[in-house]
């Protein structure tokens, strides 16, 4: 008898943007854009290999003032522009935990403008 999994921990963010669902997606996606915002204030990128498509991996290494390095690597499972992205990440180079995580990212119109990141919901079970 194998007793049941433990429920894995989840962190919901919800985040409003003034931006389009598209311009949005389009942050998240864009290895330009990713660049000018994603990872922490003084590490810089050394690679960004981010081809959002359904299937295909990626991977992102970040350099810290310090020196440490950090890269993470994973698999796009579900692109639906400019509503849905989700995809798999796990740190393979840094102090951090090598666990694999689902990461859901959902860009919902707001009425008056906007977007909304956040709706909770599963892209994959």
């Known amino acids: 008898m194998t007793s049941p999994a433990a429920p894995q921990p989840e962190l919901h963010l919800r985040r409003w943007y003034d931006a389009t669902p598209d311009e949005v997606f389009t942050a998240f996606t864009d ?10 204030k003084g590490f810089v990128f050394e690679v960004i290999d981010f081809p959002a498509e359904e299937g295909r991996a990626y991977r992102v290494r970040l350099r810290a003032p310090d020196g440490t390095a ?3 690597v994973g698999t796009f ?3 639906r522009r ?4 989700c995809y ?10 090598p666990s694999e995580t689902l990461v859901e990212l959902t860009f919902t119109p707001e ?10 919901r ?3 079970d």
Do not use: N
């Not at 290895?31 to 922490?40: A, I, M, N």
């Not at 400019?82 to 992205?85: E, F, G, I, N, T």
């Not at 009425?111 to 909770?120: A, I, K, S």
């Open 77 to 79: 499972l579900e692109v």
């Open 31 to 40: 290895p330009v854009l990713l660049r000018q915002w994603w990872g922490p």
């Open 82 to 85: 400019p509503v849905a992205l």
């Open 111 to 120: 009425r008056g403008g906007g977007t909304v990141d956040g709706d909770h």
């Open 88 to 97: 798999s990440w796990r740190w393979v180079e840094g102090p951090l935990d």
């Open 122 to 124: 599963r892209c994959v």
């Open 70 to 72: 950090f890269e993470h």
